[in-house]
């Protein structure tokens, strides 16, 4: 079965300091993987995926991820905070032949942005 | 382009009442749909998937039902709510055919069970 570990439940930075969620996922294939974020009382927002080819992917807002297959994961990076940016982040991994909605998510890492 | 509609955006119930949220997709045809519960500090739950019209399939046992009358409508129902139901419930579509695309979420649903 497939799983998504988050191991930051909770991350405070800086406005302007660089960033890093961590993902973990374990899956017996190679993966499609997903990093979504959610504002407070909102539906989820793709930031960017992973299916193949490069294992360095740019998403929106300036979000990159890393796909590492040795690790089992797929970190989720920005150079510089912006106040905006303060949210709930969600990793998810997805398989071949399954409908994408059947992603398993992580349990979400919080950002907070200090002034 | 498509969009994704989901009301109402909060509700409140008392326990033993009927639930019907219901979600509805535009500018795509035969999408997946889902149904999401998210509950507080955590992850997304799956709890319904449908790829077609009257074809629901349920992720885990609950309190809850699903129906997908038309090929873009997607309702989420209880007929007597419990308190283990509130939470933050999510509707998302996905694309057919070949490929592998994300899920595209509504707003959501904040259920409270009172």
């Known amino acids: 079965a497939q799983s998504v570990t988050q191991p930051d439940i909770h991350i405070t930075v800086s406005e302007g300091a660089s960033l890093e969620l961590r993902c973990n996922y374990s899956?017996?294939?190679?993966?499609?993987l997903f990093w979504y974020v959610q504002s407070p009382g909102q539906g989820l927002q793709l930031l960017l995926k992973?299916?193949?080819?490069?294992?360095l992917v740019q998403g929106i807002k300036g979000f990159e991820a890393e796909f590492k297959r040795s690790q089992s994961s797929f970190n989720l990076r920005k150079p510089s905070v912006h106040w905006s940016d303060a949210a709930e982040y969600f990793c998810?991994?997805?398989?071949?032949?399954?409908?994408?909605?059947?992603?398993?998510f992580g349990d979400g890492t919080t950002l907070t942005v200090k002034p | 382009s498509q969009t994704i509609h989901q009301w109402p955006a909060t509700l409140v119930q008392p326990v033993g009442s009927p639930l019907s949220l219901e979600c509805t997709v535009e500018?795509?045809?035969?999408?997946?749909l889902y149904w999401y519960r998210q509950a507080a500090g955590r992850g997304l739950q799956l709890l319904f998937y449908?790829?077609?019209?009257?074809?629901i399939s349920s992720e885990v046992p609950q309190n809850l039902s699903a129906s997908r009358p038309q090929d873009r409508q997607f309702i989420l129902s209880s007929k007597k709510l419990l308190l283990s139901d509130s939470g933050f419930y999510l509707c998302?579509?996905?694309?057919?055919?070949?490929?592998?695309?994300?899920?595209?979420f509504g707003q959501g649903t904040r259920l409270t069970v009172v």
């Open positions: 899956y017996g294939a190679t993966p499609y």
């Open positions: 992973y299916f193949s080819g490069d294992t």
């Open positions: 449908s790829v077609g019209i009257g074809q």
């Open positions: 998810a991994v997805g398989g071949h032949n399954t409908n994408a909605g059947k992603s398993t």
């Open positions: 998302a579509w996905s694309g057919r055919g070949g490929g592998y695309t994300e899920a595209f």
């Open positions: 500018g795509t045809s035969n999408p997946n």
